[in-house]
């Protein structure tokens, strides 16, 4: 009776609470999104996502860039030309509303960048990519008096940190801007950006930011349905109406631009998404949208979704593929895999058959990631293949086959990955070739994804693979040998997590440190979010050699496919990952690196994961929290190599003979659901 009274009051007054706080949402979208975060603590105040979804600038800068002063809510605007720059201190995307008083006739441009390289009144490229910058777009007055303007939805600026508003008259008119507001359009279901469902810790105040900007990103790419860029794209400005998907909100490739569903980013966005935010919502609407315009004929998915619709990319088809067996695993949904199960055997039937006599995918969609060549038996598709079988056999067990699809397809995938390894390797060099032919290129994706998918059959050759990739290091991240002069932290997105997969631990720290690391400290940039790609000498362009010219501020600051340090560290360095759909089973396998402690935790349906370690003068203790009923694999490392160590759950010792199998450096146990902690020494 007691306890049913405090139930009462409890909901009367959470009633209360939720009719006194109106939640703001993007226009009127439903707001469906969690309002707090899942994971409080002091992590939180890594969060870069604003407290509110309408936010001002946080500081004035000269036209040319020099600090004048904290925005204060007023400043002047007085005669042709003149101009301040707002600074939003992150990025920020969405709709400007002014707040102005003039002495005149005249009219304020508005103009944006996400770099301060770009800003002034052209704002950086969004649109066109080789047109150059996308110029302003301007509030006109005709008198003295008080004006408020909002921008036209159509004009909405997905992703920029400065705001440049300049004065264009004929006459001596003065313009007192009295305020400026931005209502953020990302995340649109969400009324609390800050609502993490995940979060990550550790001693690593760098990483923790890095972590933060991968997560930060992520929710700039998840925009509103009808947000995305205008296809034809317009021949001057910029127009974001273009219609994406279903649902209200959905995931895509950046803030600024594409403003488009691509597949290919989703390998690394979604674990990232899943890790931190937790917004699977946006990835379910990007997924279904590859499956409604799948082609029904040949199988094929877009390589990019509408209005974009690009078509012909065997790697991007396949992403999709193993996109859908991300989500399904993070989700549990089952119904979505269900309704979309037949176009996926389609679409696997499609890519399988251009397995050829040798055993090798012959790519004729020749469409990929910026890398310039595709094709033929080209290894990273391969390489994505065998991972699109192996993902496919789950699947095919979790929609509750019973045509034997899960032997067929690891046959597929054992038959492959021997041509792969047959054809492929350049044991003179010690690391995989681009293709099947007798070339010198060993390029970063195809052998990051073999160590990574596991598809080099020896942990000798993974050694090879792993030290051989540190020859394309600068001080400022790898350089791509298959997009020469380029840094991309998409691929090296897969680097890390490579080295990280056979415990080169320090060679996945430091490349996160030097490539993302360089970038969330360049105050060039919007210390906030991840990049696209840049240029090996530092610059902000991208794939601009070989007289590709895309004007260099068309790079995306805020591009979800750069993400991977975020999921990296939570899968890796904490150690926790889920093994099958909503973690039933998951896997705990802790990595220290230079590290003194560090802890991470995530949602599924079934509820909280966590876990956290913390080094010991004389070893280690590793905790975690998992929901009841699920079981788990624990794989602790040895602090001494081939020693048998002392371990204890709970306190209570575990003796060798008990269960534990010593597997060279790293112990496996069972683990069980419920919060535990193991002390090893
Ligand atoms: C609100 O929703 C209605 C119905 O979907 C739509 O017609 C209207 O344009 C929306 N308003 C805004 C401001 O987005
Ligand atoms: C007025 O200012 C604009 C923007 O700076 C500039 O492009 C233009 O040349 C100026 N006009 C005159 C007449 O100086
Ligand atoms: C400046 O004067 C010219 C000529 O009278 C007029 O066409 C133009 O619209 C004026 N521009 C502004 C910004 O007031
Ligand atoms: C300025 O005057 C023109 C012509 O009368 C009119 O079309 C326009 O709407 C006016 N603009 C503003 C902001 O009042
Ligand atoms: C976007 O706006 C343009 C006008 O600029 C219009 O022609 C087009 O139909 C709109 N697209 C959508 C999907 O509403
Ligand atoms: C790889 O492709 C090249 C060019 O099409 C072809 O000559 C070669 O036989 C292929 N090798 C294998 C193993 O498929
Ligand atoms: C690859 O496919 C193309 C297009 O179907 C075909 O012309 C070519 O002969 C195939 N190459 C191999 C090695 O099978
Ligand atoms: C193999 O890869 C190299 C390096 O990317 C490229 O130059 C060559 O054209 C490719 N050849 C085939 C047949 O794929
Ligand atoms: C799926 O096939 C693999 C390889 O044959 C096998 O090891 C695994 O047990 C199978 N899984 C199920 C649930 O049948
Ligand atoms: C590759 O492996 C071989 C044999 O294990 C070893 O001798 C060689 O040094 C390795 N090369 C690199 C670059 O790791
Ligand atoms: C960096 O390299 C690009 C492409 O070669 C070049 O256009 C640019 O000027 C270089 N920047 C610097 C600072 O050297
Ligand atoms: C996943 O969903 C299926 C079907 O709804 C359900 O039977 C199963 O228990 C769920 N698994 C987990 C781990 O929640």
């Not at 040949?298 to 012909?312: M, Y």
Request: aromatic share 12%.
């Amino acid at each position: 009776m007691a306890a049913m009274h405090v139930l009462f009051w409890f909901s009367t007054c959470f009633l209360l609470l939720n009719s006194a706080t109106a939640l703001q949402c993007w226009k009127n979208t439903t707001c469906s999104g969690p309002t707090d975060a899942a994971f409080p603590g002091p992590w939180e105040a890594n969060i870069f996502a604003p407290a509110s979804r309408t936010v001002s600038p946080v500081s004035i800068l000269s036209k040319s860039g020099e600090f004048i002063s904290k925005f204060l809510g007023i400043s002047q605007l007085s005669g042709n030309g003149s101009g301040l720059v707002f600074d939003f201190g992150i990025e920020v995307g969405g709709l400007v509303t002014l707040h102005y008083s003039t002495t005149g006739q005249g009219s304020i441009g508005l103009a944006f960048t996400e770099s301060k390289n770009w800003i002034g009144e052209w704002s950086d490229s969004s649109n066109g990519g080789f047109k150059g910058p996308d110029g302003a777009i301007y509030s006109a007055f005709n008198n003295s008096g008080t004006y408020s303007y909002t921008m036209p939805n159509l004009r909405l600026r997905g992703g920029f940190r400065y705001l440049t508003l300049f004065l264009i008259t004929n006459g001596t008119t003065t313009v007192d801007i009295t305020d400026i507001k931005l209502e953020i359009s990302f995340q649109p279901t969400w009324s609390n950006l800050k609502a993490y469902q995940g979060y990550f810790h550790s001693s690593d105040e760098l990483l923790n930011r890095i972590w933060y900007s991968g997560a930060y990103t992520l929710q700039t790419n998840a925009v509103p349905v009808n947000t995305g860029r205008q296809v034809p794209f317009v021949a001057k400005g910029w127009a974001n109406n273009g219609t994406l998907g279903p649902g209200d909100s959905i995931i895509v490739d950046g803030a600024k631009r594409d403003r488009a569903v691509w597949p290919g980013d989703m390998g690394i966005a979604v674990p990232s998404t899943f890790v931190s935010i937790g917004d699977l919502g946006s990835v379910k609407n990007a997924l279904q949208v590859m499956y409604n315009y799948q082609n029904p004929t040949t199988g094929a998915f877009p390589e990019a979704g509408p209005p974009l619709l690009q078509l012909g990319s065997d790697t991007y088809h396949m992403w999709t593929m193993i996109g859908t067996y991300n989500y399904i695993l993070y989700s549990n949904d089952t119904t979505f895999l269900h309704e979309n199960w037949a176009k996926y055997l389609l679409a696997m039937k499609f890519i399988y058959g251009k397995v050829g006599s040798s055993g090798l995918l012959n790519v004729t969609g020749l469409r990929d990631w910026a890398r310039w060549q595709t094709g033929f038996n080209g290894s990273e598709p391969n390489m994505i293949l065998y991972r699109t079988l192996l993902t496919g056999a789950d699947l095919s067990i979790w929609a509750g086959d019973t045509s034997n699809l899960n032997v067929t397809w690891h046959t597929r995938a054992e038959s492959l990955k021997t041509a792969i390894n047959q054809y492929c390797w350049d044991p003179s060099y010690g690391a995989f070739k681009d293709n099947a032919t007798a070339t010198t290129l060993h390029p970063q994706d195809a052998n990051s994804m073999s160590i990574l998918f596991d598809v080099v059959d020896t942990s000798a050759k993974a050694e090879n693979i792993s030290s051989n990739l540190l020859k394309n290091w600068t001080p400022i991240g790898a350089v791509a040998p298959e997009l020469p002069g380029n840094i991309s932290p998409f691929i090296s997105s897969f680097e890390i997590q490579a080295h990280f997969a056979i415990g080169q631990t320090a060679r996945a720290l430091d490349l996160i440190r030097r490539s993302w690391g360089w970038y969330i400290n360049n105050p060039l940039g919007t210390e906030s979010t991840v990049i696209e790609g840049y240029l090996e000498n530092g610059t902000f362009g991208y794939r601009s050699s070989r007289g590709y010219a895309y004007d260099s501020s068309y790079v995306s600051n805020s591009h979800g496919w750069s993400s991977g340090p975020t999921s990296a560290l939570t899968e890796f360095i904490v150690g926790l990952s889920v093994t099958s759909p909503a973690g039933g089973t998951w896997k705990l396998a802790p990595q220290f690196g230079d590290l003194r402690f560090a802890e991470a935790g995530f949602m599924t349906s079934l509820g909280k994961f966590q876990a956290s370690w913390n080094l010991r003068r004389d070893g280690y203790s590793l905790t975690y929290n998992v929901p009841r009923g699920t079981t788990g694999e624990i794989v602790l490392r040895c602090l001494s190599v081939g020693k048998f160590p002392s371990i204890t759950i709970d306190g209570r010792p575990v003796s060798r003979e008990a269960n534990p199998q010593l597997d060279g450096p790293v112990i496996l146990l069972n683990g069980v659901g419920g919060s535990h902690t193991i002390v090893v020494r």
